[in-house]
């Protein structure tokens, strides 16, 4: 039994929001579901839409956001791969128990966000969501 | 039309390495293996929900997987999105500007495939997929 139900979103950390949004959506013509301000993480960002997944382009506002050392160190890219799950208190438990800790983050609209270190996903930024019921 | 992620591309070291945290521990089945002669990979196709995790382990130091790994190690590499029509995608595509590797579809493990280049999409590397 998989872990986790599907790929959620993938986030791919930019420079300049309004510049990365027009990219993507004149090269591929995906529709921006969601565009806007998230001050618990520090970032400003879109999500735009691509079948049951959407592509997550975030800037982020300070140096306090992860996404900042990476811009300097790797400049723009693919940042973090996000799967869905529904019960992230239940997947968390499961991974910790094969030895694999999650640190768990509720925002304040209810999404609650679980992180994979890279170590233990060959390099990937893994992030677990459970979306709000 | 693009219509959905097709995979997401992860470069590992080994792929049996790998497939104790993706198929083992995430418990994903490993829908296809194959070794992509022309693009220096053995590469696995790992389903979850509708769309799929490829793991890409290079087979020689020539490969742009190769390269990848040495210059960056395992990690995020690709997306790959699905069309019904790869050649009219690639054709619009180009004649947008945008800048591709390939300038013909290929046969890739995903099936008829080709990749734009990364500067035409903010350090993304981009794959089309007609499977």
Known sequence: ?133 | MLKKIHHVGIVVRSLEEAYRFYRDTLGLPVHKEATVEDQGVRAALLTIGNSEIELLEPINESGGVAKFLEKRGEGLHHICFETDDIAAELEQTKQKGIAVIDQKPRVGLAGMICFLHPKANHGVLIEYAQP
């Open chain 1, 1 to 133: 039994m998989s872990l986790a139900k599907k790929i959620d979103h993938i986030a791919i950390v930019v420079k300049d929001l309004d510049t990365a949004v027009d990219t993507f959506t004149e090269n591929f013509g995906f529709p921006i579901s969601r565009k806007g301000a998230v001050p618990a993480l520090n970032i400003e960002r879109a999500f735009l839409d691509i079948g049951d997944a959407s592509l997550e382009l975030f800037q982020p506002t300070d140096d306090q956001n992860p996404g900042t050392k990476f811009l300097n160190e790797r400049g723009e890219g693919m940042y973090l791969l996000s799967l869905e799950v529904d019960d992230l208190q239940k997947a968390a438990d499961e991974l910790a128990a094969k030895g694999i800790k999650v640190s768990v983050q509720a925002l304040p609209d209810g999404m609650k966000l679980g992180f994979v270190s890279p170590k233990n996903a060959h390099g990937v930024l893994l992030q677990l969501i459970q979306h709000p019921k």
